[in-house]
Nanobody, 121 residues
């Protein structure tokens, strides 16, 4: 599975962005799809996961503000980010996992390149 993330940019605090992760090579229907982020000087951080069975999960830092969704017809996963804060500034990565996928990076089999999100105060 090849993953291509897009949709990042510069936004003011309180604004919104929608990230997209387009998959190719395989359909995402049977994959767990996640989003991670990495801020400068910090470790990669779990953001959200959409399990193939339909459930979703969010980190406490984004719960209530971010929404993950998938469109299997377009083979794309989205991350809608609302009420953005300066601390959301990071490079955002999408990833796909085959089985037993959770919030740890090593549980994912495929990664896309990152897309930069910058939130100004």
């Amino acid at each position: 599975v090849q993953l291509q993330a897009s949709g990042g940019g510069l936004v003011q605090a309180g604004g919104s962005l929608r990230l997209s992760c387009a998959a190719s090579g395989r359909g995402i229907g049977n994959y767990d799809m996640g989003w991670f982020r990495q801020a400068p000087g910090k470790e990669r951080e779990f953001v959200s996961i959409s399990w193939s069975g339909g459930n979703t999960y969010y980190s406490d830092s984004v719960k209530g503000r971010f929404t993950i969704s998938r469109d299997t017809a377009k083979n794309t996963v989205y991350l809608q980010m609302n009420s953005l804060k300066p601390e959301d500034t990071a490079v955002y990565y999408c990833a796909a996992g085959r089985t037993y996928t959770g919030i740890l990076g090593y549980e994912y089999n495929y990664w896309g390149q990152g897309t930069q999100v910058t939130v100004s105060s």
